[in-house]
């Protein structure tokens, strides 16, 4: 299981650079048993960081939220700020990928992330290698902005993945003054995890949590409530119902 994460400034994080040259990521949570982690990722391809050059699969899922500048797996469908993808296990993708620019993405993957490439896809365009279809598709959204948002209590909310099984799953919420992330003290039946896009929150942790901030906490662990005062852009992602 993660460690609670209660307050992550990234902003005042430094950058680690894991290894290949352009490449820079801040861990904001791991699992050390599985590899299940979120990082946010920096990518410089003119320091010579090139994007993987054949589509492949992992064993894991992987879920992606652009923050800055622009990024693609087919060089059609082009992924900028509040962009956001999920690959399912064993989906093929990445057929052909392109950074053009710097840019920064949260990613979310479910254990250590495997590579396993496919010289001859049977498409361009995404597709499963796994006996049966997953029941959390493949999915990308280019422009949730221009999407169908729900009006709910004090905010509006775009589904981006849910898995109909689980309740595991990711939103972007537009919060309004008053928009409260429940109650303070409630023990989590599931994991809430938190980045801040835009705007600013406060909690009864006695942090503001402005654009950049982060927190994680497990199951079991107690809600410090986040209370919109302005008006705020979330990446909100829960846990599923079971653990
Ligand atoms: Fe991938």
Same mark, same amino acid.
């Given at each position: 299981m993660r460690d609670p994460v209660?307050?992550? /400034?990234?902003?005042?994080m430094p950058w680690a650079k894991?290894?290949?040259?352009g490449i820079y990521s801040k861990l %904001?949570?791991?699992?050390?048993?599985?590899?299940e982690r979120t990082a946010l990722n920096r990518l410089q391809p003119e320091e010579g960081m090139n994007p993987p050059g054949a589509a492949h699969y992992h064993h894991t899922t992987e879920e992606l939220l652009i923050v800055k500048g622009r990024m693609s797996f087919d060089s059609q469908v082009w992924l900028t700020p509040q962009s956001y993808c999920f690959h399912p296990p064993e989906t093929v993708h990445g057929f052909k990928s392109a950074v053009p620019e710097e840019s920064w993405f949260l990613s979310r993957v479910g254990q250590e992330l495997d590579f396993n490439f496919v010289?001859?896809?049977?498409?361009l365009s995404p597709y499963y290698v796994c006996s049966e279809p997953p029941a959390r598709g493949v999915v990308y959204h280019?422009?949730?902005?221009?999407g169908v948002w729900e009006e709910i209590e004090n905010a509006q909310r775009f589904v981006?993945? %849910? /898995?109909?099984?689980?309740?595991?799953g990711s939103v972007l919420l537009r919060t309004k003054p008053?928009?409260?992330?429940?109650? /303070?003290g409630e023990a989590l039946t599931r994991f809430e995890e938190v980045f801040v896009l835009e705007g600013a929150l406060s909690c009864t942790d006695e942090n503001a949590y402005t654009d950049g901030c982060y927190n994680f906490n497990p199951p079991g662990a107690q809600r410090r409530s986040l209370t919109c005062t302005d008006a705020a852009l979330l990446y909100f992602t829960v846990g599923p119902e079971d653990t």
């Open positions: 209660p307050f992550l /400034d990234t902003n005042a894991p290894g290949p040259p %904001l949570s791991r699992d050390p048993e599985t590899g010289e001859e896809p049977v498409q280019a422009e949730p902005a221009v981006l993945s %849910l /898995d109909p099984d689980t309740g595991e008053g928009w409260t992330s429940g109650a /303070d």
